[in-house]
């Protein structure tokens, strides 16, 4: 038997309303009209970042796999069931890695999101840890260190409150765990 409710505060009222809004989304973007036009703007958006960031410098194969998958969420999508749909979601999630997966070896992908991620301190956990691999970042990045630059992109990345999607839309806020 579960023990009595928490008292209300002003701050577990938010997160309760902002915990039922992502319900009511999540629960809207589960229609399949609505599903639909997620997915190919999730697409869209891949291949936009794609053919920006990564499609002038990599290998002719990386791009066809990218075009071939493009293609797949297309069909999934078009066929309109359930599994399409799922499938589409799958396809655009091998999608997104494939972009990270290759820009994450290209220099000039890891310096331009290397600028923007040195510039978001409002957004991470730990400010004093974003402090010090800030600093490590850009002395690498001076340096010309890749490998360096590269962990300490994923060290911002992982010091980041969470703003993605989520399945568990009753699961509470990144920024409110510890």
């Known amino acids: 038997m579960p023990g009595p409710a928490a008292p209300w505060t002003p701050t577990r009222g938010a997160v309760e309303e ?47 796999r ?11 999508i078009e066929a309109g069931t359930s599994d399409g749909f799922d499938m589409a979601d799958s396809l655009n999630a091998q999608l997104n890695a494939l972009y990270w997966n290759e820009g994450m070896r290209l220099p000039q992908f ?14 991470m956990r730990d400010k004093a ?26 060290a911002m990345w992982d010091n980041k409150v969470s703003t993605g999607r989520q399945r568990n839309v009753t699961a509470p806020a990144d920024v409110l765990r510890e």
Request: with cysteine.
């Open 18 to 64: 902002a915990r039922l809004v992502r319900q009511s989304v999540a629960i809207a973007c589960a229609q399949p009209d609505a599903r639909a036009a997620v997915l190919r703007r999730e697409l869209n958006d891949h291949l936009r970042f794609h053919d920006r960031d990564i499609r002038p410098h990599v290998q002719p194969a990386v791009n066809a």
């Open 66 to 76: 990218a075009d071939q998958l493009a293609r797949s969420v297309r069909a999934e």
């Open 110 to 123: 890891c310096t331009q999101y290397w600028r923007w991620a040195r510039e978001e301190r409002y957004l």
């Open 129 to 154: 840890r974003f402090d010090s691999v800030r600093e490590a970042g850009d002395a690498q990045l001076a340096a010309g260190d890749m490998a360096g630059l590269r962990d300490s992109l994923r």
